[in-house]
């Protein structure tokens, strides 16, 4: 079995777990699940459970995208037709998607947010930190976490296709990433349309 694939594999486990979902139940007695939004991220978790715990818990999802894409980087070559950065992209896109379709949720996890950070975070750090400072303006401005995500999700394979041309690989996982992040948020999109989404309110 290619390197690639078993890191891919371990990627999507460290994705399932529900890291919000564990923190919340354990510590707060609350399952984010019935609660708020009823979303297991970083988000609900602040409102249902508290800042501490939603701190925890966007650091802990962030991690899981960060780390199988960090690791991959030590062992990646050039396999079965794939170029190493192929195998990059692949295995720092399985913990995205083990976390909004976790094997140990039945499949029903989160929106995937703070995950995506993770598996941008090796790939274009400038981006990323590009994204946050657009983050935090949109949510200043209009006080709405959703709105600040999908924008950001939705621009940041921009960025990627300009700080990364040399990898058509992360141009694509971006992609796919953002029509994901979108699909999550169907149900703020509607409530936004509607003015009845929740603004954050710190």
């Not at 939705?154 to 690989?169: G, K, V």
Request: proline residues 5%; contains cysteine.
């Amino acid at each position: 079995m290619p390197t690639g694939i078993f890191i891919a594999l371990l990627g999507y486990l460290l994705g399932s777990i529900p890291i919000g979902l564990l923190l919340s139940r354990i510590f707060a007695k609350v399952d984010p699940r019935t609660a708020g939004s009823k979303n297991i991220g970083a988000t609900n978790v602040f409102r249902t459970a508290g800042k501490t715990l939603g701190i925890l818990t966007l650091i802990g999802d962030i991690l899981k995208g960060l780390i199988p894409g960090i690791v991959i980087r030590w062992v990646a070559t050039d396999q079965w037709g794939l170029s190493a950065d192929q195998w990059i992209a692949i295995a720092g896109l399985s913990p995205f998607l083990g976390h909004i379709f976790p094997i140990f949720l039945g499949f029903k996890g989160g929106k995937g947010v703070a995950t995506a950070v993770g598996v941008y975070l090796p790939i274009s750090p400038l981006s990323v930190l590009i994204e946050v400072f657009v983050f935090m303006g949109i949510v200043w401005k209009w006080r709405f976490i959703s709105l600040g995500s999908m924008i950001c999700a939705t621009t940041i394979p921009i960025l990627i296709a300009f700080f990364r041309s040399d990898s058509q690989a992360y141009f694509v996982i971006s992609v796919i990433i953002a029509a994901l992040i979108l699909y999550r948020h169907q149900s703020n999109i509607v409530r936004l349309l509607q003015g009845t989404e929740n603004k954050w309110k710190p």
